[in-house]
């Protein structure tokens, strides 16, 4: 009789703690840890003067990068091209 009486006050008290909301958390704040979009590999068709287009896969910043150095570059010959055809040379 005791251990009925035992298990019953057992089932009512674990039922009494299921009621009861639990206790507010300190929220803490919410990180991403997926990648940036600055670090997600770009893939692309590069003509390296083959006749087969070769598949380059870089981040999208190596892209840019790899874009501006370009655009330096050509800024820089198309000076030095119009320094020497205003030197009297043939263009």
């Known amino acids: ?3 009925v009486q035992f298990i019953i006050a057992a089932a009512a008290s674990s039922a009494a703690m299921a009621q009861q ?3 507010p958390a300190a ?13 997600k590999p770009v893939c692309k068709l590069v003509e390296t003067g083959s006749l ?3 598949k380059v896969c870089l981040p999208k910043s190596e892209w840019a990068r790899a874009e ?4 330096d570059s050509m800024k820089t010959m198309r ?3 119009r320094v ?4 009297g040379t043939t263009c």
């Open 1 to 3: 009789m005791r251990i």
């Open 27 to 39: 929220q803490q704040p919410i990180t991403v840890t997926g990648q940036a979009d600055e670090d």
């Open 68 to 71: 501006h150095n370009t655009d």
């Open 52 to 54: 087969i287009a070769r």
């Open 84 to 87: 020497r055809c205003n030197m």
């Open 21 to 23: 909301p639990p206790a």
């Open 79 to 81: 000076d030095w091209q």
